[in-house]
């Protein structure tokens, strides 16, 4: 973060209209620039797909190493941030262990299983917590004051004209997937492509406001 403020230097020499209208007159401004937070790739939320019985029912997924998948994110899209081609779920090394260790989730009907062999949803996978980092935030506030300082009534007392600009770059800043979105899910419990995972739908910094004041100092 970097802040500051700036009084223009007038004119000594001027008097009377010209120096109210050049003097008195003050920038500022915060610039802000931040590295995102982690957060962590599920799928199937809200169906324990990976039979943890327990409040967090939702599974990891494992982590691809194909070609494109040597970072998790496409900085600047929002609508694809995660890059959800680089996951997929768990699956078993062999069908032994298929066998021996995996819930293949019988469809109590048609006793068909949910997840075929290789499929293992509780497999942990190994995208572990927090190994994604959501978007930084980048932030410029601006603000101009125009002081007039009246030394009849006082020494200190001032009649301040303020204009100040929250994101006035109208820069969008994202905030990183989370669980209460549901878009932290590549898939669903049914295996199929999550429609919100990896989609970017909350900013966390207001856009472009600007307001206009009055303030007396006295």
């Given amino acids: 973060m970097v802040n500051g403020t700036w009084e223009i230097p007038s004119a000594k020499s001027w008097t009377g209209p010209a120096k109210w209208a050049t003097d008195g007159w003050e920038l500022g401004m ?3 620039v931040s590295d995102g937070v982690p957060f962590t790739p599920t799928w199937g939320t809200g169906d324990d797909p990976a039979g943890t019985q327990n409040h967090d029912d939702f599974a990891f997924p494992n982590r691809l190493t194909t070609a494109g998948c040597a970072t998790l994110t496409n900085p600047g899209n929002p609508s694809n941030y995660i890059k ?13 262990f298929y066998s021996a260790n995996c819930d293949p989730h ?6 068909v299983p949910v997840f075929p062999f290789p499929l293992c949803p509780n497999l942990r996978g190994n995208a572990g917590r927090n190994t994604i980092i959501g ?8 603000s101009v004051f ?32 989370g669980p209460g979105d ?6 669903l419990s049914d295996t199929s492509k ?3 995972g990896g989609k970017l739908i909350r900013t966390t910094i207001p856009e472009r406001q600007i307001q206009v004041a009055l303030k007396i100092v006295f």
């Fill in 30 to 32: 915060i610039f802000t």
């Fill in 84 to 96: 959800t081609d680089c996951f997929a779920i768990p699956t078993a090394p062999n069908l032994a």
């Fill in 106 to 111: 019988n469809d109590p009907i048609t006793g």
């Fill in 135 to 142: 978007p930084g935030v980048t932030n410029l506030d601006f």
């Fill in 146 to 177: 125009k002081n007039n300082r009246v030394k009849r009534i006082s020494e200190n007392f001032n009649v301040q004209f303020r204009v100040e600009m929250f994101n006035i770059m109208n820069h969008p800043n994202f905030a990183p997937p």
């Fill in 182 to 187: 549901g878009n932290t899910d590549i898939f």
């Fill in 194 to 196: 999550s429609g919100l």
